[in-house]
């Protein structure tokens, strides 16, 4: 079982920054990817970024790539989603997730998550 906190939400004005973290404790696979999901009231689950803990492989959803950006601190145990330009649209609760996997047609899942942060984005 993986233990996922993340931290760092809160209220920003559009165009302000925010990074998110998220410590992971218990048995932590470095193998499987990490991610960041997030989730808009009335709206459906959206991928966000994944990245193994070798720091490999990042990627970035469309919708925010050359915003967002996914980086690992493996002494920390840690994921940090670093969120530049930021619109009222990313507006979400922001989580994060253990061994995430693509299964086609834009899905994902994955073992483990946490309780989320809220990113709140005014205009």
């Known amino acids: 079982q993986v233990q996922l906190v993340e931290s760092g939400g809160g209220l920003v004005q559009a165009g302000g920054s925010l990074r998110l973290s998220c410590t992971a404790s218990?048995?932590?696979?470095?193998?499987?990817?990490m991610g960041w999901f997030r989730q808009a009231p009335g709206k459906q689950r959206e991928f966000v970024a994944a990245?193994?803990?070798?720091?490999?492989?990042?990627r970035v959803e469309d919708s925010v790539k050359g915003r967002f950006a996914i980086s690992v601190d493996n002494a920390k145990n840690t994921v940090y989603l670093q969120m530049n330009r930021l619109k009222p649209e990313d507006t979400a609760v922001y989580f994060c997730?253990?061994?995430?996997?693509?299964?086609?047609?834009?899905?994902?899942?994955?073992?483990?998550r946490g309780q989320g942060t809220q990113v709140t984005v005014s205009s």
């Open positions: 990245i193994t803990w070798s720091g490999v492989g990042a």
């Open positions: 997730a253990h061994d995430v996997r693509a299964i086609g047609r834009g899905e994902y899942v994955f073992d483990s």
């Open positions: 218990g048995r932590i696979f470095s193998s499987y990817p």
